[in-house]
């Protein structure tokens, strides 16, 4: 596949830091961790990770903006374009030992995500796209599953965290999901569970309480791979409302009716 010089910068910084996260996760035990809020960890892993990518973004882009999970936002003279960056998504997993877990790069110009990368280099798996060229796993090209009823579907969520989210809220969401699908599953990094929604490893996810580096380059691989992706009202403000509900056309339109289905009342 050919590569576009942006998205050719975006795939090495992933890379480069996904070497490092490697490295240190192989010696997850070992790792200095610090407590940034309930359930929330960030490693030292983290923080090197983000300014490998952030080094390698700017090298490249040095006029763009930058927003990153660990740092405050880098405001670029360029003034439309934006990296929008997690450098460990899934930091609880990575800490347990779990492999699933990524390197997220978004681009945004004048608004919109353009490009996007995902890699989990515990299963050197690599997750690109761009506007108008497709979405690829690896060199193969993807597209999101062709299910056309819930019923038949394997559906992704995120869990809201000890002291975040509204859980109340959220089991009442996952009970009208439960009761339509095959399968509901929480694996733990937003990026990767769009990614695989791109893939069609999932037929549809859904999520609330995240921060645009959760998902800015899983909207665009999702786009791209002929998807539908809106934010949990069926509108376009998922980077501002932080939540999100992705699928094929059908499944998108179903996945967002029942789960806002309203609470039923005695």
């Known amino acids: 596949m050919a590569r576009s010089a942006l998205l050719n910068v975006m795939v090495q910084a ?10 240190d996760f192989g010696e997850v035990q070992n790792l200095q961790v610090s407590v940034k809020g309930p359930s929330d960890f960030v490693s030292q892993a ?18 763009y903006g930058f927003l990153g999970e660990e740092g405050d936002e880098e405001k670029g003279t360029d003034g439309a374009h934006r990296w929008i960056v997690d450098p460990l998504d899934g930091t609880t997993n990575f800490l347990h030992g779990i492999p699933q877990f990524a390197v997220s790069i978004g681009l945004e110009r004048n608004g919109e995500i353009v490009a996007g990368v995902i890699f989990n280099p515990a299963t050197d798996e690599l997750f690109t796209a ?5 979405a690829f796993l690896n060199d193969r090209r993807i597209r999101v599953a062709a299910r056309r009823v819930l019923s038949d579907c394997v559906i992704g969520c995120g869990v809201p965290h000890l002291g975040r989210g509204n859980h109340g809220k959220f089991l009442v ?19 990767l569970d769009l990614a695989y929604v791109a893939a069609g490893r999932l037929d549809g996810f859904w999520e609330t309480g995240l921060s645009p580096w959760d998902m800015a380059a899983g909207l665009i691989l999702i786009r791209e791979a002929g998807g539908f992706v809106s934010d949990f ?34």
């Not at 992933?14 to 490295?23: C, E, W």
């Not at 969401?173 to 399968?183: D, N, Q, T």
């Not at 009202?233 to 499944?251: F, H, P, Q, R, Y």
């Open 14 to 23: 992933a890379m480069k830091a996904g070497k490092s996260l490697s490295r």
């Open 173 to 191: 969401e996952l009970r009208h999901v439960m009761g339509e699908v095959a399968g509901v599953r929480r694996f733990g990094a937003a990026a």
């Open 46 to 63: 983290d923080l090197k990770a983000e300014k490998i990518v952030h080094d390698e973004l700017m090298k490249a882009r040095p006029t």
């Open 130 to 134: 761009e506007k108008g060229g497709g």
């Open 233 to 266: 009202k069926g509108g376009n403000d998922m980077l501002t409302d932080g939540s999100v509900a992705a699928g094929n056309e059908l499944i998108h339109k179903q996945l967002v009716e029942v789960a806002n289905r309203p609470i039923p009342t005695r």
